[in-house]
């Protein structure tokens, strides 16, 4: 008879599906809503797991659409009460630090979708029910709308379209293009709150210790996000170097001059 031999992974540009996916994402879900949370203890980990890989498997990862995670999607509603949500851009260490000692603020990844998937990778192939380890789509270099990016842009999406009351937001001031309209936050975030449950976006502009010390809020690229946000009739604010975070970054630099108070 013939001898078939599987069929081998299409090659991609980016690193491949993360070595134990599957295990690594359940584990998350039942740390999440067992321990983190466990008002959230209802939820069905193992039906939340297939419908995960159930939206990229067996499927071209370089056509994924937001319409392959929505049952996903449905499984992992979750509520964050209005004014606690925490968008970053470039600035993820620092926001995360900030939402774990303000317990009651919620970056994307302190809920539980964003919680599972944060730092993971993963990708099918059309031709085979497996994952890829060896490779996935770079978005850059291969597609824009690959399994990866999707899920990111659709959780993101939805995250921005539940906020409510103040949404908070920390950019990075020690770089040039501090508010990036290529950025999740730039491309998606930002248009999908809704004006009539946003209040205002405050901005929190964070400098790295040592850097030198400049007023962002009044730079050319915040005044871009200003302008967005006023056609979209929210308000805005900013704020340099908002003190409870600046005293987490002291935290990490406790003899650097600028944190001698
Ligand atoms: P950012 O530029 O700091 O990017 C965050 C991470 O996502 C980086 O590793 C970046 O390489 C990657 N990324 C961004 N857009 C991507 C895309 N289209 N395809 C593949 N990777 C992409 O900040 P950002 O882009 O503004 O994203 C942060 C905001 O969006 C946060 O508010 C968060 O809610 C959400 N988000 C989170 C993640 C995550 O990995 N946890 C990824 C994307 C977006």
């Not at 319409?67 to 968008?87: G, I, N, W």
């Amino acid at each position: 008879g013939i001898l078939m031999w599987p069929r081998p992974h299409k090659e991609w540009k980016g690193e491949g599906t993360t070595a134990h996916f599957y295990e690594i994402l359940l584990g998350r879900c039942y740390t999440y809503t067992q321990i983190v949370r466990p008002e959230l203890g209802h939820k069905d980990c193992q039906k939340i797991g297939k419908a995960f890989t159930g939206a990229f498997l067996s499927k071209d990862p370089c056509s994924s659409t937001e319409q392959d995670y929505k049952p996903l999607m449905e499984l992992t509603d979750q509520a964050v009460p209005c004014d606690k949500t925490l968008l970053w851009s470039k600035s993820s260490q620092l926001a995360h630090d900030y939402t774990r000692v303000r317990q009651a603020m919620f970056t994307l990844e302190d809920t539980l979708l964003g919680y599972m998937a944060d730092g993971l990778r993963w990708c099918g192939d059309s031709g085979s029910s497996d994952m890829n380890y060896k490779s996935c789509p770079n978005w850059r270099e291969d597609c824009s709308n690959n399994s990866f990016s999707v899920f990111w842009n659709t959780v993101s999406k939805r995250f921005a379209e539940d906020a409510c009351g103040v949404v908070h937001v920390v950019l990075n001031g020690s770089i040039s293009n501090t508010f990036d309209e290529r950025s999740t936050f730039g491309r998606v975030e930002v248009f999908n709150l809704r004006p009539e449950k946003v209040h205002r976006l405050q901005a929190w502009v964070m400098h790295d210790i040592g850097s030198a010390r400049s007023d962002s809020c009044s730079s050319s690229s915040i005044n871009v996000l200003k302008r967005i946000l006023k056609e979209r009739s929210i308000a805005f604010s900013c704020e340099n170097n908002y003190g409870p975070i600046r005293l987490l970054q002291c935290v990490k630099n406790p003899d650097h001059p600028s944190c001698r108070f």
